[in-house]
């Protein structure tokens, strides 16, 4: 007796078919977010190190002075001769109109330097009468590491004092040379004279005043931010002009 093959049952068959399609559905949504995963997260770099915090600021410290002694009001530098190195003292003279000058007596004679700061260029005036004009100027572009770049170096830091002060029959002068009238000497006591006088003190009034509060005083306009009339009024006045304030 033979065994009957039965057919599968038309609800078996639609219920193979969809679980078929479900699990094709399945692949597709799978395989679709996997892409949108992979084009939504760029390659990451590689991890680095970890960066290691800065170091903290050195302090600033100006360089040494490049003058070597110093005797009363003239600085001393090397300057190389031939294979010898002689100290040169230098003067001082002060500055005028953005111009400095620096004197070295050399043999009787005067040579004056004379530049503009940072000194990029320089000119060397020769006096051997102080009274008569330079017998030599000659302009010279200042090499690194001369004399000349070494004093000008100081004076932009302000490791020489001023002025070189010389005393002429009991009094005091400040000196200085111009290469067509020579040594041009001015007193110390007069040149402090008009420092103090020229020395200033700013007075405010109400703004309803509009004379000087003192003799020689000057307005100053400052104006207010935001438009409005200003309350007060600023006066700058020579010191000597105000009572209690040359003291």
Not at 17 to 36: T, Y
Not at 90 to 113: C, F, P, T, W
Request: proline share 8%; aromatic share 10%; with cysteine.
């Amino acid at each position: 007796m033979t065994e009957e093959k039965r057919e599968p049952s038309a609800i078996v068959k639609i219920g193979a078919w969809f679980l078929a399609l479900i699990s094709a559905v399945l692949g597709i949504v799978a395989a679709h977010m996997a892409a949108s995963f992979f084009e939504s997260e760029p390659d990451k770099p590689a991890k680095t190190a970890k960066a290691s915090a800065p170091a903290a600021p050195t302090k600033q410290y100006l360089p040494d002075p490049h003058y070597i002694m110093k005797e009363g009001p003239a600085y001393g530098y090397r300057r190389q001769s031939g294979d010898a190195t002689e100290i040169v003292m230098i003067y001082y003279m002060g500055e005028k109109d953005g111009r400095h000058q620096v004197m070295e007596e050399n043999a009787g004679s005067m040579l004056v330097y004379e530049c503009v700061l940072p000194c990029r260029y320089f000119k060397a005036m020769i006096f051997s009468d102080l009274d008569e004009p330079a017998i030599e100027v000659k302009r010279y572009e200042t090499q690194p590491g001369s004399m000349i770049d070494k004093i000008m170096t100081d004076l932009m830091h302000k490791d020489i004092e001023c002025c070189a002060i010389f005393r002429i029959r009991g009094k005091q002068y400040l000196a200085w040379f111009d290469e067509k009238k020579g040594q041009i000497l001015t007193s110390w006591e007069k040149t402090l004279a008009e420092k103090k006088a020229n020395e200033t003190v700013d007075i405010e009034t109400p703004a309803s005043v509009t004379k000087p509060p003192y003799k020689g005083c000057k307005l100053i306009f400052i104006p207010n931010i935001d438009g409005a009339p200003p309350s007060t009024s600023s006066w700058s006045c020579p010191k000597s002009s105000v009572p209690g304030a040359a003291g």
